[in-house]
């Protein structure tokens, strides 16, 4: 199977209403050129999983400031003014979660599970609405699995199977959610032919990536 897209073709496989997740933490780093393009599209009432909104001018920061998004669900905003801003005037649905709950509920809907027990959010606003169990006579809150239609990743180096090295911090939410989602395109700093990436260094088996885009299309 080619697995080698365009822009476009990658874009199109989104459209309004979708749940997507996107890689990244802050400015380390979004899947720029496949956000432009979404930016340019203009899909919209989309549910946005991500660790952040980076800023107003980086990555998915447009998307918010496009009014793109419908419901985000993130462990912190305070780097891009206009999702506080969106929020607090009610256009924006914030679900704010603390960034290892985050990250296993992400990791719970790639393994298959029906959610984690953690103690983290007990007697706050985060166990609002929420089961809790008792283990061994401690109390957890039960988090239920995140999964998206969609999964926007990048890799560093990415061979033509999908297999995908990340370089350095720019690794972050990817791993997690190229298991997470029913598509998964990682856009791709540099494509390489099968066998170019040592398999002590791949990151991301091909296994979990349906497509890549180059990213400097």
């Known amino acids: 199977m080619n697995k080698l897209i365009s822009v ?20 380390c780093r979004n899947p720029y050129v496949l956000v432009d393009a979404l930016v340019a599209k203009g899909v919209k009432d989309i549910t946005l999983i991500a660790n952040d909104t980076s800023f107003p001018e ?11 998004v419908k419901k985000l669900i993130a462990s912190h905003i305070g780097t891009n003014k206009e999702t506080g801003n969106q929020m607090n005037s009610g256009e924006l649905e914030v679900e704010l979660v603390p960034q290892g709950t985050l990250a296993e509920r992400i990791r719970a809907a790639g393994a298959g599970l029906g959610g984690i027990l953690t103690p983290t959010g007990l007697g706050t606003v985060v166990a609002e609405g929420k089961d809790i169990i008792t283990v061994d ?6 988090e239920k699995p995140l999964k998206a239609d969609i999964a926007l990743i990048v890799g560093a180096k990415v061979d033509k199977k999908g297999n995908v090295r990340y370089k350095k911090a720019t690794r972050n939410f990817n791993p997690l959610m190229a298991t997470a989602a029913d598509i998964v395109i990682v856009e791709a700093d540099e494509i390489v032919e099968v066998g170019e990436i040592d398999p002590d260094d791949v990151m991301t088996p091909g296994i979990f990536v349906n497509y890549i885009v180059g990213g400097n299309a």
Do not use: S
């Not at 990555?59 to 009014?67: Q, R």
């Open 8 to 27: 476009e073709e990658a874009v199109n496989m989104i459209q309004d209403g979708m749940t997507i997740m996107v890689g990244g933490f802050l400015g």
């Open 58 to 68: 980086v990555g998915i920061g447009k998307l918010i400031v496009n009014k793109q």
């Open 137 to 142: 006579g401690r109390e957890f809150l039960l």
